[in-house]
């Protein structure tokens, strides 16, 4: 160290004199004392105020620029040293090397210029204002063909250098977007797949860039599903397959790459790592399976990929995702599960399904699952049978399978996810009178319904209870059901489900109120009262944003409520004839006779 000092004395001599060979000397000791113990090495340098006499020595004429721009690239790797690097005033100089013909000098300085940027909001932004990232990108894309070793090493450095400038921060990413970087990497991978340094630099750049929303397109126009299957399938280690799955992941969000990631043949890499996997304990193993079926699933969120891979119920494809579900592994159980909700995204689907058996297969999974189940399993389940119940056809098949006493051993769950799912499945099946009189009638599932329309917490499931406590009225118009939500404390929900933010829930509210009033005011006419409804439907009727189909419904709701005499009195203290006279000349047809209607029988009764 003292050899060191003597070295940063002769140095600042040198400098100044710029005698070639005396400063090279200097530059070599520097290095070796770097390469010896960096850290300390790099405080001297920042303590004898060396810095700033690197920034005059960063010349392209000068024979020792190379080994100035190295030295730099030394002391960057310390953290502490990157804002001095640049309030030293190295950065321009360094960018304007960027130019140099000199192959050394431009490694040395992509270094410079890489670590100095690397995690460091003031180095990438002098960067940036010196315009340093275009020139690198048009070296990337004038080098890109070359295959000769120096070549590949100066790319690999210009890779490193835009990876750190750009890492984490969204508006660098989108400058070098703009600056058409993607396509250059996505040639660089093609063209450098046997080099495996330039192909990882090249990943963890798709990674970065693959994040932002803008850089989809742009993929999306080159072959870059191609290239990272081929590479993809030429890989056996583990870590490797992991850094391009992590590039695979984000693409795999547009629609449009994930075609072209079906088309490469992606699927079957990924179902061959499942069979490879799933028998398998090791830890790596099991991350693998999970990823590669995770990746799957995605892959059949678009619509055409998924339809491509379903083949009208034949593909080879669906088959081994179907052999998924009765697995003993829950990733993979979760996995098939969640791509037959996937699939069963059409009325043509959904029906192929139902009709080739895949109902009982999600049945079987579910009771696998009922006692200390998973509950992403449960979910995944519940959500298949929920779409698969979408199509009118389907509804009658999977009642009489058995679907709702699946579904409705779930009812003690306390996981809002499976509830929400549980809601929807039920309310999808129901459209049938018999249906929905039968789980009307059933006080257990009527009383947990209005326990979870208290589900505050839970908007989704709140909301779903509703729903379901209405459509069980609405489709069975079955007095015993009336009876059951009303001595479950029902009543109210569906007053507060009329005032919903949302106009289909407000009216299944009120068509649903209206069936009660008709049926059986008497048991509910106290609960009406405490819920405020004749107040509400006043509101309702005197807010002239209500929807026209929410107007009518009051109107017949307020008709239907002249039975109760407690109810009536409280509409003829609230002046309901002057809100319903106005509505006569609504510009809705429906709406304005309905008004007629109701005021003839307020002015009858009054």
Known sequence: MDN?????????????????DCLEGCLDCLLQALAQNNTETSEKIQGGGILQLFANLLTPQSSCTAKVANIIAEVAKNEFMRIPCVDAGLISPLVQLLNSKDQEVL??????????????????????QA??????????????????????????????????????????????????VIPTLVKLLGIHCHNAALTEMCLVAFGNLAELESSKEQFASTNIAEELVKLFKKQVEHDKREMIFEVLAPLAENDAIK?????AGLVECLLEIVQQKVDSDK??????????????????????????????????????????????????????????????????????MVDNGIVEKLMDLLDRHVEDGNVTVQHAALSALRNLAIPVVNKAKMLSAGVTETVLKFLKSEMPPVQFKLLGTLRMLIDAQEAAEQLGKNAKLVERLVEWCEA???????????RLLSA??????????????????????????????????????????????????????KDLESAQLVQILHRLLADERSAPEIKYNSMVLICALMGSESLYKEVQDLAFLDVVSKLRSHENKSVAQQASLTEQRLTVES
């Open 4 to 20: 060191l000092s003597d070295t940063l004395k002769k140095l600042k001599i040198t400098a100044v004199d710029r005698t070639e």
């Open 107 to 128: 490694l040395q300085t992509g270094r410079a210029l890489g670590n100095i940027c690397y995690d460091s909001h003031e180095g990438r932004g002098a960067v940036d």
């Open 131 to 180: 315009g340093g990232a275009q020139i690198v990108v048009d070296h990337l894309r004038s080098l890109c063909s070359r295959t000769d070793p120096a070549s590949e090493k100066l790319l690999t450095v210009f890779c490193g250098m835009l990876m750190n400038y750009s890492n984490e921060n969204d508006s660098l990413q989108a400058q070098l977007i703009n600056m058409g």
């Open 259 to 263: 075609l072209q990631l079906v088309e």
């Open 283 to 352: 830890e790596d193993d099991t991350a693998e399976l999970k990823t590669a079926s995770d990746l799957m699933v995605l892959l059949l969120l678009g619509d055409e990929s998924m339809q491509k891979l379903f083949e009208g119920g034949k593909g080879s494809v669906f088959q081994r995702v179907l052999s998924w579900i009765p697995s003993n592994n829950h990733q993979l159980q979760l996995a098939g599960a969640l791509a037959i909700a996937n699939f069963a995204r059409n009325d043509g689907n959904c029906i192929h």
């Open 456 to 466: 505050k917490d839970h908007a989704g499931v709140m909301g779903e209870s509703n």
């Open 472 to 525: 069980l009225i609405r489709h069975s118009k079955s007095k015993d059901v009336i009876k059951t939500i009303v001595q479950s404390g029902g009543i109210k929900h569906l007053v507060t489900m009329a005032t919903s933010e949302h106009v289909i829930m407000q009216n299944e509210a009120l068509v649903a109120l209206a069936l009660i009033a008709a049926l059986e005011l008497g048991p509910a006419e």
